[in-house]
């Protein structure tokens, strides 16, 4: 060995730890897919989930030193389904299960190791949309529901999944765990509904990939101001369903917002963490090439007919201030036109909110103060730090420094992301008087 060549175990190292990044590439991708695909044949979301962690577990024994196959995700697949035929022939309490469902595995066994590469080239369109829909039922809890759908659909483990929203990972597993009991104990089938339980179920699902975006757009708590990875796995979710489901307008609205939202992540924070708010962002930081793919989503959504959803609403209302060059070009008047709209079909007092803010912009702070005020015996916005923060800011802007500074001190005190806290309180100290 020459002085320049490698030491051998580094080069080992340096192969196994490429092989585990692949490993987890490769998982991130096909985990949904392969879920989904044993869900069908198992009728169990928990066993297929351990079934393919089983698969995972065997692909990072083996491909280190066999080497990434050439579709690894048909090789987990196939190692899946061997797992499930023996699952089903060792467990003597499922003699009636392996009966119905071991025979069609069994049937496929000898194609699967024949051929990996026929196992995923499948049609998994429906699995991975009925798997959406499991996923994200109504029976389970808003909180179980994003969590079961990052682990499942986004092929983040738990740990990831609670450092995404500064929960302990203990809790994240548990409520994993009673996500998974819940749908069993319920026999929730898994299917995609029809009908009007079919639009239940999708309103559903819509609520909780925007929760997860938002979640990672502005974060409730913690000290960052964005998680930009919650946003991208999000977007990610998004995308695979504006594919499996082409038909639901919502569905495009709801990825013609998120592109557009996401389009502004870099314009969003400042050099040390600090939030920087739409009004003043450079712009010319936002990525145009997700704006573009936001205006072809909000397209497709107006193409497909109907009335507009409230997702479309908000995209459009993005769509106003992705299309100003400059903030005082935004088309103010247009989107108080569409929160009026949104607000008919919402009757959020969030989104009274939101409209407030445009009629103060669209004709000045006092008629938008007077909507603020009248929200503020509105109980679901007691908590809500951002309707004090909104009417620290028209008070501000009407010369009213003393009662702005306490309407952004009470927003700090409620706020739970420190970064948001900081700038709250800082515009706080803006509005006292100079010594």
Not at 332 to 343: A, C, K
């Amino acid at each position: 060995m020459s002085a320049s060549d490698p030491p051998l175990h580094n080069v080992k190292g340096d192969t196994l730890r490429e092989t585990h990044a692949a490993i987890d590439a490769v998982w991130r991708i096909e985990s949904a897919k392969v879920i989904a695909g044993l869900a069908r044949i198992v009728r169990d979301v928990s066993l297929a989930e351990e079934l393919a962690q089983d698969a995972l577990v065997a692909a990072l024994e083996q491909w280190p030193e066999s080497g990434v196959p050439d579709n690894p995700g048909a090789w987990l697949m196939a190692s899946a389904k061997h797992r499930a035929i023996d699952h089903f022939r060792r467990s003597e309490m499922q003699e009636r299960k392996h009966a119905e469902i071991g025979r069609d595995i069994e049937a496929e066994r000898e194609t699967v190791v024949a051929d990996l590469h026929a196992a995923i080239d499948d049609d998994f369109g429906d699995d991975l949309l009925r798997l959406f829909f499991t996923a994200c039922h109504p029976v389970l809890t808003r909180d179980s529901r994003v969590a079961l759908t990052l682990r499942l659909l986004g092929g983040l483990s738990t740990d990831e999944v609670a450092r995404a929203f500064v929960v302990p990972e203990k809790a994240i597993a548990q409520r994993i765990v009673r996500a998974k009991r819940t749908l069993s104990e319920a026999r929730i089938p898994f299917e995609i509904p029809r009908g009007t339980d079919r639009e239940e179920r999708l309103s559903s699902v819509l609520e909780v990939i925007y929760l997860i975006f938002n979640e990672g757009y502005s974060a409730t708590a913690g000290e960052d101001w964005m998680r930009p990875a919650l946003c991208d796995e999000a977007l990610r979710v998004g995308r695979i369903l504006a594919e499996l489901a082409p038909q639901e307008p919502e569905v495009h609205g709801l990825v013609a917002l998120m592109e557009i939202q996401a389009s502004r992540a870099r314009a969003r924070v400042g050099p040390s963490g600090e939030p920087i708010l739409l009004l003043d962002q450079d712009r010319s930081c936002w990525d145009q090439l997700l704006i573009r793919r936001g205006f072809a989503a909000l397209e497709r959504a107006e193409q497909l007919g109907g009335r507009r959803g409230s997702y479309a609403l908000q995209a459009s209302i993005a769509a106003c201030h992705a299309r100003a060059r400059a903030a005082d070009e935004t088309d103010w008047r247009r989107i108080v036109e569409l929160y009026g709209e949104l607000s008919q079909i919402t009757s959020s007092p969030i989104v009274e909110l939101n409209r407030a803010v445009a009629v103060s912009m669209a004709f000045g702070p006092a008629a938008g103060l007077e909507l603020v005020d009248a929200l503020n015996e509105e109980e679901s916005l007691k908590d809500y730090h951002l309707l004090p923060s909104v009417r620290g800011d028209l008070l501000r802007k009407l010369g009213r420094l003393d009662e702005a500074k306490v309407e952004f001190e009470n927003a700090a005190a409620m706020a739970r992301n420190a970064r948001e806290r900081e700038l709250l309180l800082e515009r706080a100290r803006m509005c006292a008087p100079a010594n």
